[in-house]
């Protein structure tokens, strides 16, 4: 059976996995753990029935997921085809069993000064092998059109390799956990040092997360500058949040101040029209 402290020891081993070494606590979780700590202290010290033994219990094993890949090539076309390549069987990944077999790396240019992560492949994307194919691939390619960008002009991944699975999954989609997030941070880690693109771009709350340790909430994180592997990041709404009935107006104006403060960050020209995309007509 399993035990509440079992959840609490899986989370902490992917976090430290992912590279995270604090984690902050409000005063609700604070007193959820000592709740935690005083049961099991309890049960620890209650006599066992004299009809049943006391059960032998094994002690959690470590998840233990690689930091780093390593990849091969003379270039950087051959270095991410490297990466590609070992993906495609990553064993931290499969042996969680709660992702489909199906892998889907990434797509677009090697030399791109921008690279957008999103958070990993949904029914679309598995079905083409290629991420943002979908609905939200075409938003993101409006955005990028509104930008002066084309699709094989940036560099387009996920966190997460292979397509989250459910029970009896058709088209259905689930957020990525943070075990399966921790199992292929390095692929990401590997792709930004190969491509060294001048800006990344967070692609929704979960990217966020996975890219910066960091479990803060998505508005805060919004609207300012961060950094991953040394290359400044932007936080921003992923499409597929714009294509819902209840993105309203707010909510557009603001992934758009992202990409301009992106192309101000990077020296993209930036015309009046771009500028005023949001501002209300008189």
Same mark, same amino acid.
């Given at each position: 059976?399993?035990?509440?402290?079992?959840?609490? =020891?899986?989370?902490?081993?992917?976090?430290? +996995?992912?590279? !995270?070494?604090? =984690?902050?606590?409000?005063?609700?979780? @604070?007193?959820?753990?000592?709740?935690?700590?005083?049961?099991?202290?309890?049960? &620890?010290?209650?006599?066992?029935?004299?009809?049943?033994?006391?059960?032998?219990?094994?002690?959690?094993?470590?998840?233990?997921?690689?930091?780093?890949?390593?990849?091969?090539?003379?270039?950087? +076309?051959?270095?991410?085809?490297?990466?590609?390549?070992?993906?495609?069987?990553?064993?931290?990944?499969?042996?969680?069993?709660?992702?489909?077999?199906?892998?889907?790396?990434?797509?677009?240019?090697?030399?791109?000064?921008?690279?957008?992560?999103?958070?990993?492949?949904?029914?679309?994307?598995? /079905?083409?092998?290629?991420?943002? !194919?979908?609905?939200?691939?075409?938003?993101?390619?409006?955005?990028?059109?509104?930008?002066?960008? &084309?699709?094989?002009?940036?560099? =387009?991944?996920?966190? !997460?390799?292979?397509?989250?699975?459910?029970? /009896?999954?058709?088209?259905?989609?689930?957020?990525?956990?943070?075990?399966?997030?921790?199992?292929?941070?390095?692929?990401? @880690?590997?792709? !930004?040092? =190969?491509?060294?693109?001048?800006?990344?771009?967070?692609?929704?709350?979960?990217?966020?997360?996975?890219?910066?340790?960091?479990?803060?909430?998505?508005?805060?994180?919004?609207?300012?500058?961060?950094?991953?592997?040394?290359?400044?990041?932007?936080?921003?709404?992923?499409?597929?949040?714009?294509?819902?009935?209840?993105?309203?107006?707010?909510?557009?104006?603001?992934?758009?101040?992202?990409?301009?403060?992106?192309?101000?960050?990077?020296?993209?020209?930036?015309?009046?029209?771009?500028?005023?995309?949001?501002?209300?007509?008189?």
């Amino acid at each position: 059976m399993t035990r509440p402290v079992d959840a609490v =020891i899986d989370f902490l081993q992917a976090e430290q +996995a992912r590279g !995270v070494s604090h =984690i902050m606590l409000d005063e609700g979780a @604070r007193e959820g753990l000592r709740s935690l700590a005083k049961r099991t202290r309890t049960t &620890a010290t209650a006599p066992a029935a004299a009809s049943q033994p006391a059960p032998t219990v094994a002690a959690p094993r470590p998840v233990e997921t690689p930091t780093s890949v390593t990849a091969t090539g003379s270039s950087k +076309a051959e270095l991410l085809a490297s990466l590609r390549q070992q993906a495609e069987t990553w064993q931290p990944a499969r042996a969680l069993g709660t992702l489909r077999e199906t892998m889907v790396f990434a797509t677009g240019n090697p030399d791109a000064r921008i690279m957008l992560v999103g958070e990993a492949p949904g029914y679309e994307e598995e /079905r083409k092998r290629e991420p943002f !194919v979908g609905p939200a691939g075409q938003k993101l390619t409006d955005i990028l059109k509104a930008m002066g960008l &084309a699709r094989d002009e940036v560099y =387009i991944s996920n966190i !997460v390799k292979f397509r989250p699975a459910t029970p /009896r999954q058709t088209t259905n989609n689930r957020t990525p956990n943070p075990a399966e997030i921790a199992s292929c941070l390095p692929f990401i @880690r590997a792709e !930004v040092e =190969i491509v060294r693109p001048e800006c990344i771009i967070a692609l929704g709350a979960t990217a966020a997360e996975g890219l910066l340790g960091n479990a803060a909430t998505f508005g805060s994180l919004r609207g300012s500058w961060h950094e991953f592997g040394g290359i400044p990041l932007r936080v921003t709404y992923h499409p597929s949040y714009l294509l819902r009935s209840n993105a309203d107006h707010t909510s557009r104006r603001q992934l758009w101040e992202d990409m301009l403060a992106v192309m101000e960050k990077i020296g993209m020209p930036i015309s009046e029209k771009q500028r005023g995309f949001f501002i209300p007509k008189r």
